[in-house]
T-cell receptor
Framework: SAVISQKPSRDICQRGTSLTIQCQVD?????MFWYRQQPGQSLTLIAT?????????ESGFVIDKFPISRPNLTFSTLTVSNMSPEDSSIYLCSVDKLAGVPYEQYFGPGTRLTVT | DAKTTQPPSMDCAEGRAANLPCNHSTISGNEYVYWYRQIHSQGPQYIIHGLKNNETNEMASLIITEDRKSSTLILPHATLRDTAVYYCIVRLTGNQFYFGTGTSLTVIP
């Protein structure tokens, strides 16, 4: 298994500001992902965080709004830029431990963001 | 995009088996079926996955039809702590997970 921690666990931010969310894994993993879960909704994949290269974004998400870093195999950050109330969501990171093997994907506890 | 269809909600009596259906009629031959659940405000928790054969672990059983177009997650003896949203996901190994809307299961005392 993999133990994932996220910081901060929650935050209240003012519109127009930016927040960087950290995701730390207790072991090296091949793939890391970032999801958004808006209130009362399912999870939506934002992007795949690639180690050593630019993240791969899903349709509807852009790098200027959600810049992602992945400096090594155990850590990634997601920044929510120029926030508006519509960005109020839970942001979750998840990881795949091994490439090419149909193991489960592990999820972090999430970061609850409220934008006022 | 999600490739699964699930009923939005279900109830189950405590102690009885909970059978959660999922349709994935467009599943391809090498896509796996995964089940996760999300208890309020927590990250999704892995339950089980399978390709063709039925699978069982300490949490649940997964029954996949022979044509692989649908599956059923079975919680053999539901408890109040099993109240959660259950997600059925089809996924190619190494690819991303795309979540559908899931089934909100309520276990009733």
């Amino acid at each position: 298994s993999a133990v994932i921690s996220q910081k901060p666990s929650r935050d209240i931010c003012q519109r127009g500001t930016s927040l960087t969310i950290q995701c730390q894994v207790d072991s090296q993993v091949t793939m890391m992902f970032w999801y958004r879960q808006q209130p009362g909704q399912s999870l939506t994949l934002i992007a795949t965080a690639n180690q050593g290269s630019e993240a791969t974004y899903e349709s509807g998400f852009v790098i200027d709004k959600f810049p992602i870093s992945r400096p090594n195999l155990t850590f990634s950050t997601l920044t929510v830029s120029n926030m508006s109330p519509e960005d109020s969501s839970i942001y979750l990171c998840s990881v795949d431990k091994l490439a090419g093997v149909p193991y489960e994907q592990y999820f972090g506890p999430g970061t609850r963001l409220t934008v006022t | 995009d999600a490739k699964t269809t699930q009923p939005p909600s279900m109830d189950c009596a405590e102690g009885r088996a909970a059978n959660l259906p999922c349709n994935h009629s467009t599943i391809s031959g090498n896509e796996y079926v995964y089940w996760y659940r999300q208890i309020h405000s927590q990250g999704p928790q892995y339950i089980i996955h399978g390709l063709k054969n039925n699978e069982t672990n300490e949490m649940a059983s997964l029954i996949i039809t022979e044509d692989r177009k649908s599956s059923t997650l079975i919680l053999p003896h539901a408890t109040l702590r099993d109240t959660a949203v259950y997600y059925c996901i089809v996924r190619l190994t190494g690819n991303q997970f795309y979540f559908g809307t899931g089934t909100s299961l309520t276990v009733i005392p």
